[in-house]
């Protein structure tokens, strides 16, 4: 299956640790467009990888080493592939063949399975990289290509949601007595979480989630801001529940009885407070930034050029010059060449002006968002009326 294909239920596993936590968010994340991420798309590609060297191993007759050498070739040729990444689905590969070995008789394999855990979770489907399943164990594989942060296999819902849904399809051909879960992510430490519970705690899970879908799917129960369930919730910079909760943790120091200086301890709590805070305005900028350029209106706020920076047009022409206004070599060159912001550092304003000035061009800076009371003029990025027309004029007279 490509996985650029793969269908994502409202109520996805991926997502179940949000939902679970925070009900209303996955129908207040379908109001925002999901715009997708390099590092996504790079967790796509390896996971292609993945599979045709899963298919290869336990599929040989109908997907021998040509194909697997011809897919591959395919593979290589987009724009995010890294050679690294063979490594790294190699690491998975194994894993996954010495859990197979370690099944008493030869287990069946399931890779990139469709599961449907809509008996717990309204419409809940998704696609599980590998499940095994034999000898009363029903274990299930996910591949992780993220090396920002570890996913732990203890209690992950993710990794349930797929467990109940591949119970459901095979309980009829194999009895289950025991859940295997494992998560690999060999760019993280050591690389492997794992986890294992009876299939009765597996279905008590199945009730309490039952519950908690039932609300999800109707955008209902309680908005719980969470650092876990906040951290990729698409809503997070809107969040009005975030934003109060963060608000209220910025601007409303509890004063009431305690002593003047705050302690130790609350230096420490602060400041981790602090980081969900921080973490929450930088969201707040980025939004207003893109509205900002979009034209839009954010009250008391503009999108102005960032601040440039200066570089030398010719430094040969420019060191020239330099010598010959009797400037000493040695204060001209480092390891590389001394920017202009540097050489005005060392030889003073006026110097600099007089020896430099000229060789120096502007270079335009990103798009900051300031307050409107900063004396740059504002900009956007939408094509005015008068640029439009300038550029036809261009065209006609070329
Ligand atoms: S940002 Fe946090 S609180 Fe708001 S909807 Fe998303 S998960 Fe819930």
């Not at 305005?281 to 920076?309: N, T």
Request: hydrophobic share 40%; net charge neutral; with cysteine.
């Amino acid at each position: 299956m490509g996985h650029e294909e793969r269908a994502h239920a409202l109520l996805s596993a991926s997502n179940a640790h949000r939902w679970l936590v925070c009900t209303p968010s996955a129908r207040l994340e379908e109001q925002i467009p999901d715009t997708g991420s390099d590092a996504a798309r790079e967790g796509t590609l390896a996971h292609e990888l993945a599979e045709l060297k899963l298919r290869n191993y336990f599929f040989t007759v109908d997907f021998g080493k040509t194909k697997l050498a011809r897919a591959i070739g395919k593979l290589k040729k987009e724009g995010l592939w890294d050679d690294e990444m063979m490594g790294y689905t190699d690491t998975y590969l194994d894993y996954v063949k010495a859990t197979a070995l370690g099944f008493k008789n030869i287990p069946t394999a399931r890779i990139e399975a469709r599961v449907d855990f809509g008996a717990w979770v309204p419409e809940g489907f998704g696609t599980a990289d590998c499940i095994l399943i034999g000898g009363g164990i029903l274990h299930v594989i996910d591949f992780k290509y993220g090396k920002g942060v570890a996913v732990s296999a203890e209690g992950n819902p993710q990794m349930a949601l797929y467990a109940l849904g591949a119970y459901e399809a095979f309980k009829i051909l194999y009895p289950v007595e025991t859940i295997r879960m494992s998560i690999v992510q060999p760019r993280i430490g050591d690389g492997v979480s794992e986890w294992e519970c009876s299939l009765k705690e597996l279905l008590a899970f199945g009730e309490y989630v039952k519950e908690k879908a039932a609300l999800a799917i109707k955008g209902e129960g309680e908005f719980v801001p969470d650092e876990k369930a906040c951290r990729f919730c698409r809503a997070k910079g809107r969040c009005r529940a975030r934003s109060e909760e963060k608000a209220r943790l910025a601007f409303s120091p509890d004063y009431g009885k305690k002593p003047p200086l705050i302690s130790n301890e609350e230096v420490g709590e602060y400041l981790r407070q602090g980081i969900g805070v921080a973490k929450w305005v930088s969201d707040l900028q980025e939004i207003a930034l893109k509205e900002c350029l979009a034209g839009k209106e954010i009250p008391g706020w503009k999108a102005v050029e960032g601040r440039g920076s200066r570089e030398w047009k010719d430094p040969d022409a420019a060191f020239k010059a330099l010598a010959e206004g009797g400037i000493d070599e040695a204060l001209l060159w480092e390891r590389r060449p001394v920017t202009p912001p540097a050489l005005e550092k060392i030889l003073g304003k006026k110097e600099f002006k007089e020896l430099a000035a000229g060789c120096v061009i502007q270079k335009p800076g990103k798009p900051a968002l300031v307050q409107e009371s900063d004396s740059r003029p504002a900009v956007t990025n939408k094509v005015t009326a008068k640029e439009a027309f300038k550029e036809t004029e261009g065209i006609k007279n070329e």
